[in-house]
């Protein structure tokens, strides 16, 4: 029976205290209990208090905050302790009145003499992880803050947080886009562990978030040029052919430029495809595409949160040029089993997740496969295609206690594409797959102090079919294995230093050929593979001055090292082979050292409003070989620098101004940079780069440069939401050898590139979005002339890419209604998604040929002898893509 009083009356209270006022018995106030109670308020933890120590409170709800919530972890003590964290520390005084205490407000004692002389205040550690209260998943890139002030973190990686403070009771906010804010009121006298399950703001769900962590987190945060994808958000992006797509998602984000229709190649501030690192659940992938790039290699309900790096990378990410994407897969239920699919005319996935121990371990499984093959029906040309690709996505994770952590997660993907002419003409294929794995541990060590190790695996296989009566195939592939380990100290509010240690085992086989028993032909050339070491220590520290000033400085100390079996061939300065040496196996033959210095400062010029800017170097020792201009491809061969390949390396600057409108209906963001890019790999005109044993001397190297101009203006509240982004950049190279030696435009140089994105839902059933890209296009070198040789016409040429294509634009509209309405169980609905609206045919490559088809039209070029002239023929994707999927959860 619950024996709490509340009087209405303060002159009967007052009556009642003159009248039995009686000292506190010590011995009552010294009772030991044991109470842990997380962001409740003050009467439901009196309540508890009174059931533990059979004590009755007596109060005027009225007069006091009992309504403030609060968080009390005590352990086996004196009921005076508590009562003092409870009562006394949130302005409420208790007297003992018979059985009762009777409480009543505090009296503000007068301010301090200024003159007296205080000594340094205890500081404690709060720490804890924030999660989905529906799943248990963790909030990655939350925000844990001191309310009016300036202090406070974001969750890491895995959700968890660390803030170390002063002994006082503090108003804590917990803050997450599209979940439900949490605010507490904390006693901070001890080290102390709360976690946090943030509810879901249903009714604030958008179809399209692109975020930078918050408002609070633009504004606050010193980190420039990222943007960050929740799980949530990216369940609601459209993508092609209803197929969610994160790839292309972010190709509409500024300072990100695709390269064309239905392509997964994309080209982040004037670098080439190959200098983005992508890695999911810290592995990296080198192929993160399904069908030649139409689709995205993950399936978006495998994925829980997408973090993108566009410059300004922290310490602990290196060996890429231009961009990070760092994808973290989705856990699992812990509390309840979920069953969800989706659908579709060209894809279609089926996804199973739930606890293995409730709140403990966790399991998560999703498989999509192709449902193409009904394409060839369409066919008019008598050719028969056979397309099919899946992806397996399968995680587990493990809570041990509090203090650890394991996962482990796996992902495999494969594509098929095969080729059937005639009867009499032979067939052919390729095929390519990913696979990955990964192992990790989380440890906290204290409250402060967080490590996590990672073992991880990583190997993309390319094989090109060789014609039936040759039995064979063509292969490349790049493997790597690395072990790491990195640490996070949460030192103070003020500083949170980080450091790590990292060995990776790389392994790249650049191409050779295998006869259906094994050997290689004995008229190919066999092309040696390439083995090497990586050894990387980083360090850094992020740092605030003052409630304006904030910096983040560190290095990154990366050492590589390629070791035998290897036979390398030096060149001289005409590209000839001058000399062959053979080292054996484990034999160190080039070693490189490339310090990469990283710098932000932010300068918060007032709650609305910040500037920030950076400095960083980064190095790539992997190099991607290809001269090829198609979209269309997944040959890749990658080669490790060494003696005839120095590493590439590239200096970074870039500064912003960042601003909320409109009390924060709108924000606004206006990033500017400069890149310089050192031993530019370029490649001779007409280069081999197949069945090629001397492959590195087809290569020069130069130097390239970009600058651009980044804006965007978006709106995140309300039933209308959406942004506006234009980017103004170019992207030069000038390598020796190579177009006389004279600056051109690279072939990803698209000086203007605008996205427009409106979204909007009536809150119940609808979602309706557009979205319009607009690119300039692409350079492409064309004749200057033409004259005649033995009777047929020869194209003369001049500058490398002296002219552009087409300008690219395209329009994309999708509609979904929700058959039930949010909090059900079971929700399912129906999505029409409708790609490149207007049927725009954008360009990606212009041919001269002398080829015609029956009905006398000159078409893509072929193997045909004749007198025919030149004809210009632009090759494009096909138009408008229509797709309807159903879609389903419980």
Not at 232 to 240: A, D, E, I, R, V
Not at 416 to 421: A, D, I, P
Not at 468 to 481: L, P, T
Request: net charge neutral.
């Amino acid at each position: 029976m619950l024996r709490i009083s509340c009087f209405k009356y303060p002159l009967l209270l007052f009556s009642i205290l003159l009248l039995f006022s009686l000292p506190v018995a010590s011995q009552d106030l010294q009772k030991k209990i044991t109470l842990k109670m997380t962001g409740k308020p003050i009467s439901e933890v009196l309540t508890e208090i009174s059931r533990l120590a059979g004590i009755d409170f007596s109060y005027n709800p009225a007069m006091l905050p009992v309504d403030k919530l609060i968080s009390i972890h005590a352990r086996n003590k004196p009921l005076a302790d508590i009562l003092e964290e409870v009562l006394t520390l949130h302005g409420i005084e208790y007297l003992k009145v018979e059985n009762h205490l009777v409480l009543k407000k505090q009296v503000q004692p007068a301010p301090p003499d200024k003159k007296t002389t205080t000594t340094t205040p205890a500081r404690f550690t709060l720490s804890g992880y924030l999660r989905d209260k529906q799943t248990g998943e963790v909030l990655i890139g939350a925000n844990v803050y001191v309310k009016g002030t300036s202090t406070g973190v974001m969750t890491n990686g895995y959700g968890f947080y660390s803030l170390t403070l002063s002994r006082s009771t503090y108003p804590l906010v917990f803050s997450y886009m599209g979940y439900k804010e949490v605010a507490m009121d904390v006693r901070i006298d001890e080290n102390t562990r709360i976690s946090v399950e943030m509810e879901e703001n249903k009714l604030e769900m958008k179809e399209v978030e692109i975020i930078a962590a918050g408002h609070e987190s633009d504004i606050r945060n010193a980190q420039m040029s990222e943007f960050r994808f929740s799980r949530k958000t990216m369940s609601q992006l459209p993508g092609f052919g209803g197929d969610l797509d994160i790839i292309r998602a972010l190709q509409a984000v500024p300072g990100i430029q695709s390269f064309g229709d239905g392509s997964a190649l994309y080209y982040v501030r004037g670098g080439n495809s190959d200098q983005n690192l992508l890695l999911i659940d810290e592995v990296p992938v080198y192929n993160p595409s399904h069908l030649f790039g139409f689709f995205s290699a993950f399936a978006p309900d495998a994925i829980n949160n997408v973090q993108v790096y566009k410059g300004d990378f922290p310490a602990r990410f290196g060996g890429r040029l231009s961009s990070v994407i760092d994808i973290k897969a989705k856990e699992g239920n812990m509390k309840q089993f979920g069953f969800s699919g989706n659908v579709g005319p060209y894809a279609s996935n089926i996804t199973l997740e739930g606890p293995i121990m409730k709140d403990r371990a966790s399991f998560f499984i999703s498989g999509r496969v192709s449902t193409l093959n009904w394409l060839n029906s369409l066919s008019t040309f008598n050719k028969s295609f056979d397309f099919t690709f899946f992806d397996i996505n399968t995680k587990l994770n493990f809570r041990l206690n509090d203090n650890n952590r394991f996962f482990l997660t796996f992902y495999t993907g494969r594509d098929v594409f095969s080729k059937y002419l005639s009867a009499e003409v032979n067939s052919f294929g390729i095929n390519w797959d990913n696979l990955t794995g990964t192992f990790r541990w989380n440890h906290l060590f204290s409250n402060m102090l967080f490590s996590n190790t990672t073992l991880s695996y990583s190997r993309y296989n390319y094989s090109l079919n060789l014609p039936q009566e040759q039995n064979g195939y063509w292969n490349s592939s790049i493997s790597n294995m690395t072990l790491k380990t990195d640490i996070a100290w949460y030192l103070n509010p003020r500083n949170t230093i980080r450091s790590g240690l990292e060995v990776t085992w790389h392994h790249s086989n650049p191409g050779n050929v295998t006869l259906e028993n094994g050997d290689t032909p004995p008229d190919v050339p066999r092309v040696a593979e390439y083995h090497s070491m990586e050894y990387v220590f980083y360090a850094s520290n992020e740092q605030r001055l003052g409630k304006s000033f904030s910096f983040r400085y560190g290095i990154r100390l990366p050492l590589w090292q390629d070791i035998g079996p290897a036979n390398v061939y030096y060149f001289d300065a005409n590209h000839q082979v001058i000399d062959t040496i053979g080292y054996l196996k484990n034999v160190v033959y080039a070693t490189f050292f490339s310090p990469e210095p990283r710098v932000n400062i932010q300068y918060q010029v007032n709650e609305r409003s910040a500037v920030k800017a950076s400095y960083s170097r980064t190095t790539q020792f992997l190099q991607l070989l290809s001269n090829s201009t198609s979209p269309f491809t997944s040959l890749e061969v990658w080669a490790p620098c060494g003696p005839n390949i120095q590493p590439q390396k590239a200096d970074q600057v870039a500064a912003g101004y960042f601003r909320d409108l409109a009390h924060s209906k709108f924000t606004f963001s206006a990033e500017g940079y400069y890149k310089w890019f050192h031993n530019h790999p370029d490649y001779r005109d007409h280069a081999n780069l197949l069945y090629n044993t001397l492959i590195e001397g087809e290569l020069r190297f130069g130097k390239a440069w970009s600058y651009g101009l980044e804006l965007m203006l978006r709106k995140t509240t309300g039933n209308l939401t959406g942004w506006i982004g234009y980017t103004w950049s170019r992207a030069m190279v000038q390598t020796p050898g190579i177009n006389n030696g004279s600056v051109y435009s690279a072939t990803y140089d698209r000086p203007n590139d605008i996205c427009i994105n409106i979204s909007w839902e009536d809150k119940k059933h609808w979602v309706l979005s557009a979205n319009w890209i607009y690119l300039t296009g692409s350079p492409t070198t064309v004749p200057v002339g033409f004259y005649y040789l033995n009777g047929s016409s020869v194209p003369l040429y001049g500058d490398k890419n002296n002219d552009r294509l087409p300008d690219y634009h395209r329009l994309d509209v999708s509609a979904t209604y929700v058959f039930n309405k949010p909090g059900n169980r079971y929700q399912h609905s129906l999505a029409v998604t409708l790609y490149n609206v207007y049927g725009r045919m954008n360009p990606f490559s212009v041919n001269f040929n002398k080829m015609m088809n029956d009905n006398g039209d000159f078409v893509v070029p072929a193997n045909l002898d004749g007198s025919f002239k030149l004809v210009p023929t632009t090759i494009s994707v096909a138009g408008l893509i229509p797709s309807v999927n159903y879609q389903f959860k419980f």
